[in-house]
């Protein structure tokens, strides 16, 4: 069946230092979303990425799309603590399908 | 604007018992879909729930049952409770009618707890 990876299961940064997370789909997609969940939260929606090679940018926030569309990645410029979460992609395919989440931690 | 409520936030059942969740979509929503999250995973689909049927179902076993009513809200339900059954249960709305795009709003979770 439809699976997605997300990788790594965790990162623990500087503040100001970068942050990547990388998800993988065994199935060709027909999107891509992001969610952040803030400790003790609930996921809650970043953004929908629907075109192949797709590139989105949210304020420090940069999400692409791969072209063969079974991959994706966020990047964070500059973290700062209140980026602190886990991050989830979520693939569309038959289903809505969520990876593992990276969780991230800041370190003031 | 109401967001998505979910009831009970927390409750505790012991094995063998039987439970039931509720959720109240976003105003303006007309799908619900249901999430299982076991502590540091990502929520694994349940079922899906549009026009009071049920559209899509992940890989859970029976004992996993729903219902949508006719103004949107749905009920998780869960029999003969097992210990692996203890975990956060989001309910997630969306608008699918006309926009076809199944973009999550979840709520707070109920989180269950089975002795």
């Known amino acids: 069946g439809q699976q997605v990876m997300q990788i790594p299961q965790y990162q623990h940064v500087q503040e100001g230092e970068d942050f990547t997370t990388y998800c993988n789909s065994s199935t060709t997609l027909s999107n891509i979303q992001w969610y952040k969940q803030r400790p003790g939260g609930h996921p809650v929606f970043l953004i929908q990425?629907?075109?192949?090679?797709e590139v989105k940018k949210q304020k420090r926030l940069t999400f692409q799309f791969g072209e063969a569309k079974k991959n994706s990645s966020l990047h964070i410029t500059a973290t700062q603590t209140t980026d602190v979460g886990t991050y989830f992609c979520a693939g569309q395919g038959n289903k809505l399908v969520f990876g593992a989440g990276t969780i991230l931690r800041v370190k003031s | 604007d109401a967001g998505v409520t979910q009831s009970p936030t927390h409750l505790i059942k012991t094995r063998g018992q039987q439970v039931t969740l509720r959720c109240s979509p976003k105003?303006?929503?007309?799908?619900v879909s249901w999430y299982q999250q076991a502590l540091g995973q990502g929520p694994q689909f349940i079922f899906q729930?549009?026009?009071?049927?049920?559209?899509q179902r992940g890989n859970f076993p029976d004992r996993f049952s729903g219902h949508q009513f006719p103004n949107y809200s749905s009920e998780l339900n869960v029999n003969a409770l097992l210990l692996g059954d203890s975990a956060l249960y989001l309910c997630?709305?969306?608008?699918?009618?006309?926009?076809?795009?199944?973009?999550?709003?979840f709520g707070a979770g109920s989180r269950l707890t089975v002795l």
């Open positions: 105003s303006g929503h007309d799908t």
């Open positions: 997630a709305s969306s608008f699918l009618k006309t926009s076809g795009a199944n973009v999550l709003t």
């Open positions: 729930y549009y026009e009071e049927e049920e559209r």
């Open positions: 990425l629907v075109k192949s090679g």
